[in-house]
């Protein structure tokens, strides 16, 4: 005999839906929710985080810095999405880039990552992740945003140097782990300092930038002093 379909009740306790205890458990690192890129309009900059894995050695070491530049120079430019400035700290790095859309920064921020991940697998002689989980975004919309960024990412080593309490040296140098040596915008001409092996100015790692919030507009709120500590 055929058996007559069943309708299962409401009150009745069915698969689907959200259920008390149901899910992944977070763990001691738990990663970013996945919630929606803030939207944007065309070609406005924005300052990304990337952090890596536990297990990944200082990005500042100076063979890594080296070949971080290389690999910059080679993908800092595409057709909708340009890396104007970065620099790495111990387990992260700051990026100002600048995109058409949140689609291109995707396909941008994809493609620096590999590049950053490769290098790292390279000068380290390791394979697997480096990236410990998704990008950091923030649009940048206004000269004062654009300058604040500017500063907390050219000057992040200082930061980080004030935050431990080590004394900040006076001498006007680039943090040779940044981009700062093809920065136009410091109130007071500072050195470079090569005795890393890094490139010269001339040898640019980053794209000029084509907005006009981070190539004129946020110089309205006055140049970068090299002496400044970002979010004192």
Not at 1 to 30: H, I, T, Y
Not at 148 to 175: E, M, Q, T, W
Not at 178 to 196: A, H, L, N, Q
Request: some cysteine; overall charge positive.
């Amino acid at each position: 005999m055929r058996r007559e379909p069943e309708q299962l009740d409401f009150d009745r306790v069915c698969w689907g839906g959200r259920r008390p205890g149901a899910g992944r458990k977070p763990g001691s690192n738990p990663r970013l929710r996945h919630r929606s890129r803030e939207r944007f309009g065309r070609g406005l900059p924005c300052h990304v985080t990337l952090k890596v894995r536990k297990d990944v050695p200082p990005l500042r070491t100076v063979r890594l810095v080296q070949e971080v530049e290389r690999t910059f120079a080679i993908g800092c430019e595409r057709e909708e999405f340009r890396l104007v400035h970065y620099s790495l700290q111990g387990d992260h790095a700051h990026l100002i880039v600048e995109a058409m859309d949140r689609h291109a920064l995707g396909r941008g921020m994809k493609a620096i990552g590999a590049r950053l991940a490769r290098a790292v697998n390279r000068v380290f002689r390791r394979s697997g992740p480096v990236l410990a989980d998704r990008y950091h975004v923030r649009v940048l919309k206004t000269p004062r945003e654009v300058r604040n960024a500017l500063a907390y990412v050219l000057l992040n080593a200082r930061r980080h140097a004030a935050k431990a309490g080590r004394k900040l040296s006076r001498a006007l140098r680039i943090d040779p782990a940044s981009s700062g040596r093809w920065f136009d915008g410091w109130k007071r001409t500072i050195s470079v300092v090569d005795s890393s092996g890094l490139s010269p100015p001339e040898v640019r790692a980053v794209s000029p930038p084509h907005s006009w919030l981070l190539s004129i507009g946020w110089r309205d709120r006055g140049l970068l002093d090299p002496d400044e500590i970002p979010g004192s």
